[in-house]
Structure formats: C-alpha cells, structure tokens
C-alpha cells in the first residue's frame, strides 16, 4: 500500500530560479497539507485543501509561494523566483478528513537554493 | 489561533530510564493531540494519540496523559532503548465544520538515549 508520494527528494536551484514539488497523496484521502521544517522555525503549515479546496493559505510565506491541487491525487508548490532563505525540508502530509484526524506524511523533499 | 508549547527541547537519558516530555496549547477547543517520532533525516511519524474524551492512553512502552482543565499533554516513554532517540513533536488540533483538521506542532524535543 503506497503512502504519500513527493517528488523529487533532492532539489538544488540557483536563486531566482523557479521550483515546483510534487505530491500524491494517499489512495482516498481527501485532505493534502504543505508543511516546511527548518531548524530555526521548526516544523509550519504552508497551506491545506480538503477535497482539492485551498482552505487555509495562512502559513505561505509571501506571494513567491503558490500551491494548487487540480485533483484529488495530485498537488503541486511551487516557488517562484526562489531566494536563499527558501531552502528547508518540504513535506506533504494527506488525511481522511471526517473518519480520522491521522496526518500521514510523504518522505520529504530537501530544496536547497544557492 | 491555537499556540503549543514543547518543553524540554532537549533530553538527555540513559537506556532504560524513563522520559516524560510534556505540551501546553492555548484553545480551549482543540480535541485531538497527537504525537510525532522523527529520526535524522526521515519524515515525521504518529506514534501515539489522544482524544479530549479520554485522559491516558497507554501502547506498550509509550503513554500519553490529557489534563483539559490545565490544558496540557505528556508523554511518556518508559524503559526508554537507543531505538527511541529522535525528535519528538507534540500537536494540537480541534475537528473544523467539514471534519478537516489543522495540525499545529509544538517545537520538538530532541531524545538522545545513551547506552
């Protein structure tokens, strides 16, 4: 049973560049978070949908940061123009909102921005 | 909005002691608190949760208490093994109209357990 997928695991980019990560979230599961974990600020909610809806974009940073979910199996966050302070470990996290609070996370993607 | 706060940020045991990390969140209307293992360069994992209908709950060598009135949760890990030392987060989040929740994280507690 496949769990929540991210892609890629590894990016590094150069400043200015735009960057886009990728995320399936578990077979049925009908909520989709964006969290980032740095040392500094530890582990923050960038944004949530339920049932592919933007529900809370509190948590993105500046307008450099965008998200979207055209499906209920894919998302995408997308970084445009990077900046050095960007680099963190992005996870996605899915749930079945209604029968379980449990958050399920995917394995990351580390984003290093030169 | 809803605040947590994880206390020690660092703990430090020897193997088969006990070790107690606690939490304090600010809304009084949050009911579901879980709790998060993460290992050095892995993805965050539930070990253990609790809802604001019980006040312990117990999986072998892990427990968690809930004090609604005081607005805090522990966890508890007992006989503690060099397998346990990780990161450790704490969460709080109250069920939104819809059933969707908004997991907010404590800090993090850093476990080193020693031989």
Known sequence: DAGVIQSPRHEVTEMGQEVTLRCKPISG???LFWYRQTMMRGLELLIYFNNNVPIDDSGMPEDRF????PNASFS???IQPSEPRDSAVYFCASSLAGLSDTQY?????????? | GENVEQHPSTLSVQEGDSAVIKCTYSDSASNYFPWYKQELGKRPQLIIDIRSNVGEKKDQRIAVT????AKHFSLHITETQPEDSAVYF???SKAFSGGYNKL????????????
């Open chain 2, 104 to 115: 907010i994280f404590g800090a993090g507690t850093r476990l080193a357990v020693h031989p």
């Open chain 2, 90 to 92: 704490c969460a709080a």
């Open chain 1, 76 to 78: 995408t966050l997308k």
């Open chain 2, 66 to 69: 809930l004090n609604k009135t």
């Open chain 1, 66 to 69: 965008s998200a979207k979910m």
């Open chain 1, 29 to 31: 599961h009908n909520s």
């Open chain 1, 105 to 114: 996370f995917g394995p990351g993607t580390r984003l290093t921005v030169l």
